[in-house]
């Protein structure tokens, strides 16, 4: 931890009253006991954590390899490995998705707003004289007051989170993977924060002397979280669950330098880290048993040891006497001198180097948030910790090694070559220890009773192969059931149960359910880390807009677990859609569903002005096909009733006259929009039909009307 990671503002954590220092040594004597009480109980758990990092490499503990012949096979196939790297994957796909965030921001159900927001939202009633100011309106314009700041303050926290990390710019995701990861290996992952630390951001003002808006640069407070490695956190193993805790301690390991920094730090005893650091220019840390542990598993292993080059701190994090924190110079009120508050101390070799009350009681919190925020992977009674996926399949992976080393060694020995050598009948001082191509073996017996017999006879044992690879198949398939981590969950996807989409749904739902539980976990720790981004927003953000009475809402288990079959059913509902069911769906709010729950971005669709102008333009190409088909069918029946009249000029004129008129009934109806229906009820000599459209007798009575007189080229004679 560096001086970057503490908060940056010094001037209320200052201690009021001079330090006792016969206090402070009392203080950092005690806490560096209960620092050896915390670091023996949680031993057994570094046990299993060990074990666990073993199993994760495919190395075998130091009992079970000291049993091995160093002639036979170690074979350690990575089974665990692959599930636990199958879970971190799968979890984070479900947590992070890139079209839905796992958590939100809500104001209460019953906000609870400041008196000048309340008033606010009184003017704003007040200024429509239409309006009646009841309880029901006042409560909605609250509500909705409340709302409106909420989703200020959750995209507030979404920039945050992008940068939390400090110098590193790690963000929130990539904390959360070393969060999954460590709770997945060993039962527990831990994040630690909120801390303050200051940033320059450019920002903008109205200059009253000039009217304009002009850039301004300001320092702000942004939160910052560090990822805790599980072996530098030391729990109340003696607590049944997290929140009875008494305390937690966090063991920091830094260079001389880095210690000499603090120093500089108003909230640290600089006199008394100078003094330490002139008496003592080799440092304090001395490697512990779990360290010398790992070392051994990776390359380090040669390197020399840092005991003398550096410097170990213990902080305390929990409750702590009234009486030692007013001895350490922080303010106590008398009556509570007794009591036990929340404090944060830093020890380095039992001297208090730094003593303050935790943040959250400074501002007076009523519940302060702990600094420490955790995620169990899979709650157990017997441990405060939690067992991680390894220690669950831990026979499984042995069990697969095991077969694994027993096959290697039958197929490559018993199915090798198997001798019997009799010495007797061999040169003596033959080596009968190694066999290998291209030997020799040379011969010393002249007798004729043995020159019959082989010197060298082969013999042929069963491998039993088949038989061990079928028990390590059994044991694999065990290991499914214990981690649920499968083909289904893995990535290798059954054909068979996928064929339909009904069959999809049923199988994806069943095995998403058993991550069902992990996410419900990890939606704990969620909502501890955004609510301390609330608290730290509350205090720390001088925005107005942000302010608020607000909670934190994790959506892991509720939203994002079933997206798989979420997808499904969208593509099922759109496929199964009749006619008359889509006049009752929007179906762009349905698209922006599928897109979504494939994590898919939403910038694939256009805005809803493009939207609407593509739909009016093909509205617009359809009915101009649909007037062109019109107008060729009219065309088309026009011309075969005109061929029609054409073959009945040379028929008489009354006829050619009935025949005409008869083609202008057709077409009249046909461009009336005359039905076969209409026709029917024409020949009945229905009268009530469309305008236009004559009747049969009509038709017939036009028929039998005279011709009109032929018109004479001769003049008439006189």
Request: glycine share 6%; aromatic share 6%.
């Amino acid at each position: 931890m560096d001086e970057s990671q503490l908060p940056a503002d010094k001037s209320e954590n200052e201690p009021a009253l001079r330090p006792n220092p016969e206090t402070l040594r009392s203080l950092g004597q005690k806490l560096a006991k209960d620092f050896t009480t915390y670091e023996t109980d949680r031993r057994i758990a570094e046990l299993r954590w060990a074990q666990n990092l073993r199993q994760f490499l495919g190395q075998y503990d130091p009992a079970v390899l000291s049993k091995i012949p160093d002639d036979r096979s170690k074979a350690y196939p990575k089974l665990t490995r692959v599930k636990c790297v199958s879970m971190v994957s799968r979890l984070m796909n479900l947590l992070f998705p890139s079209s839905e965030k796992n958590w939100g921001v809500e104001a209460s159900p019953v906000p609870n707003l400041t008196v000048n927001d309340l008033q606010t939202v009184l003017d704003g009633l007040q200024k429509d004289p239409n309006t009646e100011i009841t309880d029901e309106v006042i409560t909605n314009a609250v509500n909705e007051f409340a709302a409106k700041r909420a989703k200020c303050l959750e995209t507030e926290i979404e920039d945050q989170l992008t940068e939390l990390g400090g110098a590193k710019m790690v963000g929130y995701i990539a904390l959360c993977r070393k969060v999954l990861m460590s709770g997945v290996l060993y039962g527990m992952g831990v994040l630690k924060g909120p801390m303050a630390r200051s940033r320059k951001q450019r920002r903008w003002r109205l200059d009253q002397a000039t009217n304009k808006v002009v850039p301004v640069d300001e320092i702000i407070l942004v939160p910052q979280y560090e990822f805790v490695p599980i072996w530098d956190y030391y729990p109340d193993m003696s607590a049944k669950y997290l929140h009875q805790m008494d305390g937690q301690f966090q063991r920091i390991v830094m260079s001389r330098v880095q210690v000499r920094k603090l120093a500089n730090n108003s909230e640290f005893m600089g006199a008394t880290i100078k003094k330490y650091l002139t008496e003592h220019q080799t440092g304090n840390y001395k490697q512990k048993q779990h360290e010398s542990e790992l070392k051994s598993m990776g390359v380090a292993v040669n390197t020399s040891l840092t005991d003398g080059r550096k410097y170990e701190i213990i902080v305390w994090d929990g409750g702590l006497s009234g009486h030692y924190l007013k001895g350490c110079g922080i303010a106590v009120p008398e009556d509570r001198l007794a009591d036990m508050m929340q404090a944060v101390i830093w020890i380095m070799d039992g001297l208090v180097i730094r003593a303050t009350l935790n943040p959250w009681s400074i501002l007076g919190e009523d519940d302060p948030i702990s600094s420490f925020h955790q995620f169990v992977f899979e709650e157990d009674d017997t441990s405060l910790v939690g067992n991680g996926l390894p220690f669950v399949m831990r026979d499984s992976q042995l069990s697969v090694a095991a077969t694994a080393r027993m096959t290697l060694d039958n197929a490559g020995a018993i199915c090798g070559p198997q001798v019997e050598a009799n010495e007797a009948l061999l040169k003596q001082g033959t080596d009968i220890g190694s066999i290998h191509a291209y030997k020799v073996w040379p011969r010393d017996d002249e007798s004729p009773s043995t020159l019959a017999y082989p010197a060298i006879r082969v013999l042929q044992f069963e491998s039993h192969v088949d038989e061990l690879m079928k028990v390590n198949t059994m044991f694999r398939e065990f290991a499914d059931q214990e981690t649920f981590v499968g083909p289904a969950t893995g990535g290798d996807m059954p054909s068979e149960p996928l064929r339909t989409a009904t069959g999809a749904s049923m199988f994806m739902g069943k095995e998403a359910l058993p991550f069902k539980d992990v996410v419900r976990n990890f939606d704990t720790f969620t909502e501890s880390v955004i609510g301390s981004l609330i608290l730290f927003n509350k205090y720390f953000n001088a925005k107005e807009a942000i302010k608020g009475d607000f909670q934190p809402i994790a959506r892991g288990s509720t939203s994002l677990i079933a997206k798989e079959v979420r997808g499904l059913g969208y593509d099922n509902l759109a496929a199964t859609l009749t006619p008359e069911e889509k006049l009752y769906v929007d179906h762009r709010k349905l698209l922006r569903e599928r897109i979504a729950v494939r994590d898919m971005d939403q910038s694939v669709m256009v805005d809803d002005a493009e939207a609407k102008r593509r739909e009016d333009a093909q509205a617009a190409q359809a009915a101009q096909t649909s007037k062109q088909q019109t107008e060729l069918i009219t065309a088309e029946i026009r011309k075969t009733l005109a061929e029609a009249v054409k073959n009945l000029t040379a028929a008489d004129t009354n006829d050619a006259k009935g025949a005409a008129a008869t083609y202008n009934a057709v077409m009249a109806g046909l461009e009336k929009g005359v039905t076969p229906t209409d026709v029917a009820r024409a020949k009945a000599g229905d009268h009530h039909l469309p305008e236009g459209v004559m009747t049969k007798m009509e038709i017939d009575a036009q028929k039998k009307e005279p011709a009109a007189p032929a018109k004479s080229t001769k003049k008439a004679k006189k």
